[in-house]
């Protein structure tokens, strides 16, 4: 029902986002995916492949994990 309350709903996604959007933005997406599980956990593409395993169980495609240390040797 955002759309009842436009502006409150506007304010709170935006209050909810921003320490994430703040953490992207100050430490690039590599480190602060390392840093925080929930910002890795919501990782949908990463070099070309579906990494999100529910999309590919719903459109039946191969998902792959992207490899934490990989991703921190690289940067």
Known sequence: ???????SSTLALGNSTLPFIISLADKGWIKACLDDPHLF???????GKLTYAAVGEALGL???????KTLSNKH
């Open 41 to 47: 956990n919501g990782l949908n593409v990463h070099d």
């Open 62 to 68: 191969e998902t792959v994990r992207p490899d934490l």
């Open 1 to 7: 029902m955002p759309g009842a309350v436009p502006r």
